[in-house]
């Protein structure tokens, strides 16, 4: 399979607690972002990569949230002290970017945490 | 307000109908106009897209853009119960990729 991959599926989660999700995107992307999906609502911009650098993040990313993308590959999601708040879906997608005329993103099948 | 507003649903519908999706956006600057589908726990995945107004058939699928009245729709014609999802209308400008999505309307097709 060459498609995003994101891990874990799914994480149950108490309040306080610390946790990362991690996406490996198609190989050749050089774009990878991070949206947040709630029930019953569209895919929510967080985070986006160019190759390892973080060019732009929304203010929907507090302080608790934190993106890696070491060596341009991989990315991480981390969120420190969850609150029952930050229970959602968790969706990574890559492109080509500019590369690509319609700049499709390519989306993971997301992480879903529950935090109770 | 959010940039962009999608027709709530859910819809249900019986197998062969026309189902009729709409999208409003106040983003002058949208220049890109895509649907996506999404089926139940999945991530999306890119359906059709279009660039400026007019219409793009694909199958039985029609992407509908007016620019004027800031409208986008999405018909989808001899409807399947595999057509069963949620429909995203995403929209971006040209000079950015991060795309801008509506809510998304459910719709059930009935064998």
């Known amino acids: 399979d060459t498609g995003v991959s994101q891990d874990p599926r799914h994480k149950i989660t108490k309040r306080g607690q610390n946790v990362t999700f991690r996406c490996d995107p198609i190989s050749e992307h050089n774009r990878l972002y991070w949206y947040r999906q709630t029930l019953g609502q569209g895919p929510e911009f967080l985070t986006y990569f160019q190759n390892e650098a973080q060019l732009e993040k929304s203010r929907l990313l507090s302080d608790r949230f934190s993106a890696e993308r070491p060596k341009g590959s991989f990315s991480t999601l981390e969120i420190q002290r969850t609150e029952q708040g930050d229970s959602a879906m968790y969706l990574c997608a890559s492109s080509l970017g500019q590369l690509q005329v319609t700049g499709e993103l390519f989306f993971g099948e997301g992480s879903r945490l529950t935090v109770l | 307000q959010k940039e962009v507003e999608q027709d709530p649903g859910p819809l249900s519908v019986p197998e062969g109908a026309i189902v009729s999706l709409n999208c409003t956006y106040s983003?002058?600057?949208?220049?890109?106009f895509m649907w996506y589908r999404q089926y139940s726990r999945k991530g999306p995945e890119l359906l059709m897209y279009t660039y400026s107004s007019g219409n793009k058939e694909d199958g039985r699928f029609t992407a509908q853009v007016d620019k004027s009245s800031k409208y986008i729709s999405l018909f989808i014609r001899d409807s399947q119960p595999s057509d069963s999802a949620t429909y995203l209308c995403?929209?971006?400008?040209?000079?950015?990729?991060?795309?801008?999505f509506g809510a998304g309307t459910t719709v059930t097709v009935r064998a």
């Open positions: 983003n002058s600057a949208f220049q890109y």
């Open positions: 995403a929209t971006r400008p040209s000079n950015d990729y991060k795309l801008s």
